[in-house]
């Protein structure tokens, strides 16, 4: 009996876990019904708290704003190149960019006098119009970025763009995509102080406005994003791409769609002949260095001869217009953009005497523009300068070995990469830039190593590109990395404390060894003042002129605001 027994203790057991396994398979918890409801719990645990970071920045929004700014942008570009049309219809009698060869035609004296005449103009409008009395350009949009909160207004972007128009419109020797840049980061910070966006969120639409300027004003969609990741925000994140592609292809398809699909300039298909060129593009890159540099120098020097001066502001673009109309009179090709004789030398229809002449006229003519105060950029004359050193440089090197050199053309195309890599510190996008303008591809690798040869060289010789200068003229050292705009950006009154109800500080000396602070100075002379003192906490004062106590400025606040700050621009540069 015992046997039989355990045998049926043992089939009890054996019956129960079938049951049991019997339970489990038929329970809503396991079994393959469960999968597809494991799956989702998996999926919801990776998606859901990405996109809640995506909604919560408001990325969605961010990439509809950048569309409207896309095409907002293409469309101020074209009316931009418009009013200059319309503005030198009346002395060339043509809207084009043929402007050397309508002015070729023309009495000397109305050569002379129109670009004065366009000072005038110009010089009473940055009196009584201009905010700060200057024209604005690419460095204003990168100051607006680091330190300024994104912020352009409007008054001033359309200011700007009135005063460069005529500028070019009447003769000025400079380039109008500088004014079409501002103009389409006028547009972004319009459109962001209508949303409360992030600020780095901020920062992103401001680039967009620029890549889509760039795009609708070279047809050149990829160096558009480029350049604004390159120049105004300094490093490359895919948050930022995405809406910065999307405002640079809406520009793109909106200029293609009123101006047609075609590059800038129009230039045969070159080729190299033999890779036996190539110590002949290293030594390009290293004559286009020179170019770059000289012209940066004399833009400098120009602009410091300028300032010594003591004359109205109004009369300084009258006496440039007139030394702008004095060089025009024997080259007529250095008069406003510059398009058609950069176009003349890329199809090789200069000679080498006049391709020399050209480089040093240009050179001079747009120092004398931009210290005269006219507006405009340097852009175009850049392409300019390095198609004209290039092509004389082809032409020299097809003497002496004339069976291995390539088409003096080819040299003008890569020199006018080189030499516009070198100006605006931009080797990358600059190169796009070319490639886009001209469609073409074979020369890239040549052009890759003269931009890389004549970018290295202009840094090394002037520690900065011509935009950083014009910012460190203004005391704005921008380009020591992100670091130094935050110092110069964050200001007392973001991280202060403000006096409790019962707190009645006496007001501090003027002078003493009294340490204060005003509001709105910068966290790096509030770093600099807790040490100075030796104190951790300084009384803060709404300005220098109104010395009442407003509040207290706490050095650990001080350093977990720098510290905040330093965090989400990492975050930025690298998300």
Known sequence: MRPHHMMTSANKNTSGQHASKT????????????????????????????????????????WLLALAVGVGAAYLAIAFRILIGIIQLPWLGTTSETVYEAASALPWWVVLTVPALGGLIVGLLLTYLMPGKRARGVPDVIEARALLGCRIPAQEGLSNALVSAVSLGMGASAGREGPVVHLGATLASVLKDLFALPHSAQRTLLACGVAAAVSASFNAPIAGVLFAHEVILGHYALRAFVPIVISSVAATVVARLHLGDFPAFIIPAYQITTYWEFPAF??????????????????AGSDRVAKSIDIPLWLRPVIGGLMVGAIAIWFP???GVGYDATDAALNHQFQISLLLALLVAKTA???ITLASRFGGGVFSPSLYLGAMAGGAYGLMAAEVFPVMISSEGLYALIGMGAVTAAVLGAPISTVLIVFELTGGYEMTIALLLAVSISSGLSQATLGQSFFHWQLAMRGLFLQEGPHKS?????RVRDFMSALETNETPEPPELEGDVAWLA????????????????????????????MTPIGWAEQIDALNALNSALIEAHEEHHL
Not at 282 to 299: D, N, P, S, T
């Open 23 to 62: 339970s489990q398979a038929s329970s809503p918890e396991s079994g393959p019904a469960t999968f597809p409801k494991r799956l989702w719990h998996l999926i919801s645990a990776r998606v859901q708290p990405n996109l809640a970071v995506f909604v919560g920045e408001k990325q969605p929004l961010v």
């Open 333 to 335: 090709q250095v008069l």
């Open 486 to 490: 935050i110092v110069q950006s964050l």
């Open 282 to 299: 290293a030594l390009l890159g290293l004559v286009c260095a020179g170019v770059a540099i000289a012209f940066q120098l004399a833009v």
């Open 519 to 546: 509001a709105g100075d910068t966290i790096e002379t509030a770093l600099q003042a807790y040490d100075a003192a030796g104190e951790t906490r300084i009384v803060v004062v709404e300005g220098t002129h109104d």
């Open 365 to 367: 003519a747009t120092a």
